[in-house]
C-alpha cells in the first residue's frame, strides 16, 4: 500500500472521529433533549460516514475490488438516522418534555 493512500485513509478515519467526537460531546453539554437530538443525529452521522468511506478505500485496495459490505452500512445509516431521529424528536413533543428557553417551535405553548 503506498504512503498516499495510507495518508488518504488516515485522514478520513481522522474526519469521521473528529466528527463522532464532536457529536458525543454535543449529546452530553447540549442543555435540553430537543437541542441534545442534534449530536448524535447529525455529527455521529458524518463520523460514522468518514470511518465507513476510509474502511472502504482500504479494503477496496486488499486485492478483492470494491467492497460493498461498506458501502450498504452506509447507505442504511444515512437513511435510518434521520428517520429515527424524528420518530424519537416526535415522541419527545407528544410527551412535551421539558426544554430550555432558546429552544424554538414548542407546538404546546401555542
Avoid: N
Wanted: proline share 4%; with cysteine.
Amino acid at each position: 500500500m503506498s504512503t498516499a493512500l495510507e495518508v488518504l485513509i488516515s485522514v478520513c478515519l481522522l474526519i469521521g472521529a473528529t466528527f463522532a467526537l464532536i457529536g458525543s460531546i454535543g449529546l452530553m453539554r447540549l442543555p435540553d433533549f430537543y437541542l441534545r437530538l442534534h449530536g448524535p443525529a447529525k455529527a455521529t452521522t458524518l463520523g460514522v460516514g468518514g470511518i465507513i468511506i476510509g474502511s472502504v478505500i482500504f479494503f477496496s485496495t486488499q486485492g478483492d475490488g470494491l467492497s460493498l459490505h461498506e458501502l450498504l452500512i452506509a447507505l442504511f445509516l444515512f437513511i435510518t438516522a434521520p428517520v429515527s431521529a424524528h420518530i424519537v424528536a416526535k415522541a419527545a413533543l407528544h410527551l412535551k418534555l421539558d426544554a430550555v428557553e432558546r429552544t424554538k417551535g414548542k407546538p404546546w405553548e401555542s
